[in-house]
């Protein structure tokens, strides 16, 4: 994966960002696409609305599908043929307040799935808490 900066405007740029599924220019906009309650398939994302990237949920995948998206890849079990990124889980720790996959497992989780770009788990501070335990969230992230 690689990212070239095209053009700069004060604090603005615009960039190309190749991965192994293909070239986007940015800014852009990546559609979330819930793996477990499609009310829109990626596959329309892609050929009605014309995005050449989503996001979607490797916790989510792991727990609800386990290794089917590993079978033939991530693009192949969504039906889309662009870059797909995966958000980590993070915000099922605030919602559930724990999950059951440590940061280690979900990045293997996401290279063996095929994700063209990944996220790390981290722990999520919340909001109205303590210092002490934003203090411990952001020692646990960077831990």
């Known amino acids: 994966m690689s990212f070239e900066v095209k053009d700069r405007d004060l604090l603005g740029r615009i960039g190309k960002l190749r991965t192994?599924?293909?070239?986007?220019?940015?800014?852009l906009l990546f559609p979330?696409?819930?793996?477990?309650?499609?009310?829109?398939?990626?596959?329309?994302i892609r050929e009605r609305f014309g995005f050449e990237?989503?996001?979607?949920?490797?916790?989510?995948?792991?727990k609800r599908f386990q290794d089917k998206p590993a079978e033939n890849g991530v693009h192949r079990f969504l039906e889309f043929d662009g870059i797909i990124m995966t958000d980590s889980g993070a915000y099922q720790i605030l919602v559930y307040g724990d999950?059951?996959?440590?940061?280690?497992?979900?990045?293997?989780?996401?290279?063996?799935?095929?994700v063209d770009i990944g996220t790390i788990l981290d722990w999520p501070t919340g909001w109205k808490v303590s210092r002490s335990h934003a203090e411990k969230t952001v020692e646990e992230t960077l831990n």
């Open 53 to 62: 990237t989503l996001i979607t949920n490797a916790y989510i995948l792991k």
């Open 99 to 114: 999950i059951e996959v440590t940061p280690e497992e979900i990045v293997e989780y996401q290279e063996r799935i095929g």
């Open 20 to 27: 192994k599924s293909g070239t986007v220019e940015t800014p």
């Open 32 to 44: 979330v696409v819930n793996p477990s309650l499609q009310i829109i398939s990626p596959r329309e």
